[in-house]
């Protein structure tokens, strides 16, 4: 079905470049399988059940379409029909109609947003993040028309603002939240703890506001970020400053025992290995802020990490209407990144460059949704 979708400007030509790939989509994580792929595996016939084998089982607790069973991963979390070619053995043997809707549709994610399909890719995959955060230009969205088969598509959330209007709900200013999200966030002449300052702050007042049904209130506020008639200053607030105890709690041996992606164990435990001999870490850092100054130099690659973010899981919706809980949870998102990347660098002596970000990024990225410890720090 040929239809219209919004969607990132990266996403017109993203393509997988299969084994060229420096990670692969298939290892690292659970690979669920939706009810009708589940099906298919279970009555498959000849050499498509030869290979199936033994590799799949059915998911017991209480699922969804999308879940019905799971890969049995191999060591290393490797999905069992990776080869050693680092290509997918059913794919090759047997086409992508036998693959399932996890596997067909990774790294892009679908969202519906008043009837409109929108597609953004996900930051665990290298291929996304090579085109999305490595572009030094501000992240642009465009419509576009795809054949998108709906039965193979997975529909992460969907939001009919439309259907608020004239209520107490937020989710009638969805667009102008949205807007003014990555507006605050691609205000370049701002630091990106300063954006996302101002970015807290703007959810702030509209919590606050709608707390005291002050709807006129809220619109007039709205009006006044989009048209830019706001004291930026008077927001900004300061540069975030972490504990030691943060500092520690991301190389926790329950975080690490909890990681399950080889990329992202490395990327920690060299980390772990540059913070370890410094007794106050948090005043080292006061003391030595090149690290900081080199993590400013490539403040576009954190900018378009934040606008993505915000696109692909709808923030600050993606929390209900809990507008301080959502932004909580980017900023200690990137409190994380930017920690890690600053470890590493303190362990290999090396200057911050674009690849060791996006090395943090991605590796993060496919482990932080998955892994309960993170769960709790992203939280507190």
């Excluded at 659970?30 to 089982?57: P, R, V």
């Excluded at 029909?81 to 036998?98: A, P, Q, V, Y």
């Excluded at 990555?182 to 370049?188: D, E, H, M, T, Y």
């Amino acid at each position: 079905m040929k239809i219209n979708v919004f969607l990132p400007k990266y996403m017109e030509d993203f393509k997988c470049i299969n084994s060229s790939c420096i990670d692969t989509c298939c290892a690292g994580w659970d690979i669920n399988i939706d009810e009708d792929t589940y099906s298919n595996y279970t009555n498959s016939t000849g050499e498509l059940k030869k290979l199936l084998e033994g590799k799949f089982f059915e998911n017991e607790a209480e699922h969804d379409f999308f879940n019905n069973g799971f890969m049995t991963l191999k060591d290393g979390n490797k999905c069992p029909f990776l080869n050693c070619n680092m290509l997918c053995d059913i794919h090759g043997g047997f086409g992508e109609k036998n693959l399932c809707i996890t596997c067909k549709s990774y790294p892009r994610v679908f969202n519906i947003v008043d009837n409109i399909y929108e597609k953004s890719g996900l930051p665990s995959c290298i291929e996304i993040c090579t085109k999305a955060l490595l572009n030094k230009d501000k992240m642009e969205f465009v419509e576009s028309q795809e054949e998108i088969d709906e039965d193979n598509v997975e529909i992460r959330r969907i939001i009919d603002s439309e259907a608020f209007e004239g209520t107490e709900s937020l989710f009638q200013y969805f667009w102008d939240i949205r807007v003014v999200s990555i507006n605050i966030i691609q205000l370049r002449d701002y630091s990106i703890e300063e954006r996302l300052n101002i970015l807290k702050n703007f959810y702030g007042k509209i919590q606050i506001l709608h707390k005291l049904n002050d709807f006129d209130g809220i619109e007039k506020l709205l009006d006044d970020f989009n048209n830019e008639h706001i004291d930026y200053e008077s927001l900004k607030g300061i540069n975030f400053t972490e504990s030691n105890d943060f500092y520690m709690d991301i190389a926790g041996a329950d975080l690490l025992h909890n990681i399950r992606g080889m990329r992202l164990r490395q990327c920690v435990n060299e980390y772990k290995d540059g913070i370890l001999d410094k007794n106050d870490l948090r005043r080292y850092l006061e003391e030595n802020p090149r690290y900081f100054n080199e993590i400013d130099e490539y403040s576009y690659i954190l900018e378009n990490y934040l606008v993505n973010q915000i696109f692909k899981d709808l923030i600050p919706f993606n929390k209900g209407e809990d507008l301080m809980e959502s932004i909580k949870i980017l900023i200690n998102s990137y409190k994380i990144i930017k920690a890690y990347i600053i470890g590493i660098a303190m362990n290999s002596k090396d200057k911050i460059d674009e690849q060791q970000i996006i090395r943090v990024i991605q590796s993060l990225s496919k482990d932080i949704e998955h892994n309960k410890v993170f769960k709790e720090l992203l939280e507190k």
